[in-house]
């Protein structure tokens, strides 16, 4: 399976971390696009499977503390846009990734997934930083990549929008979706 975090750090801030998955996922987005056929299906792959443990980890961890830091609008409006995200990730994963359908919603997807890590780094990260000590937010990146590892790799409805949801429906969706993967 491919790890969706990068490589390993002693000093998992968890902006830090984020900002990574952030560059990882713009890098992915240029790599489907210039792709066809089966290495466009393996890189949006890669783009899905990055994008869903990532929501699932931001929702967890970074949100609570962000509604805190940033407020209650910046957060909702963020787990807003991530409930769309997860609706439009799980329509393009039904389609074939070389149609005109295909290229035409993931070039809109790519706009609102890429706006909304934008707001992120505009508006909660530096709240964040601001709000927490490096200490705190350490330990935040290390509970981020601990949901990361135990979250789904598909986008699931049933539990978009609600981390108690996430918490309880992720881990068995995790193990339903790994093993999808591995197949």
């Given at each position: 399976?491919?790890?969706?975090?990068?490589?390993?750090?002693?000093?998992?801030?968890?902006?830090?971390?984020?900002?990574?998955?952030?560059?990882?996922?713009?890098?992915?987005?240029?790599?489907?696009?210039?792709a066809?056929?089966?290495?466009?299906?393996?890189?949006?792959?890669?783009?899905?499977?990055l994008?869903?443990?990532?929501?699932?980890?931001?929702?967890i961890?970074?949100?609570?503390?962000?509604?805190?830091?940033?407020?209650?609008?910046?957060?909702?409006?963020?787990?807003?846009?991530?409930?769309?995200?997860?609706?439009?990730?799980?329509?393009?994963?039904?389609?074939?990734?070389?149609?005109?359908?295909?290229?035409?919603?993931?070039?809109?997807?790519?706009?609102a997934?890429?706006?909304?890590?934008?707001?992120?780094?505009?508006?909660?990260?530096?709240?964040?930083?601001?709000h927490?000590?490096?200490?705190?937010?350490?330990?935040?990146?290390?509970?981020?990549?601990?949901?990361?590892?135990?979250?789904?790799?598909h986008?699931?409805?049933?539990?978009?929008?609600?981390?108690?949801?996430?918490?309880?429906?992720?881990?068995?969706?995790?193990?339903?979706?790994?093993?999808?993967?591995?197949?």
């Open positions: 399976m491919t790890q969706v975090v990068g490589p390993a750090t002693t000093d998992p801030d968890v902006i830090a971390v984020l900002l990574g998955q952030h560059a990882r996922v713009k890098n992915l987005f240029a790599q489907v696009e210039a066809t056929g089966q290495a466009r299906q393996e890189r949006f792959d890669e783009l899905r499977q994008l869903a443990v990532h929501e699932i980890g931001e929702e961890v970074l949100r609570p503390v962000a509604e805190k830091a940033a407020g209650e609008q910046e957060a909702d409006a963020r787990n807003a846009e991530e409930k769309e995200a997860n609706k439009v990730l799980a329509e393009l994963e039904k389609l074939d990734v070389d149609g005109a359908e295909f290229a035409a919603k993931f070039a809109e997807f790519q706009k997934v890429l706006a909304h890590a934008e707001h992120e780094e505009r508006e909660e990260f530096p709240a964040v930083r601001e927490c000590s490096p200490q705190e937010r350490q330990e935040m990146g290390r509970r981020l990549l601990k949901a990361e590892d135990k979250a789904p790799t986008p699931h409805a049933s539990a978009a929008g609600s981390p108690t949801a996430q918490k309880v429906v992720g881990p068995f969706a995790a193990m339903v979706d790994k093993a999808r993967d591995a197949l």
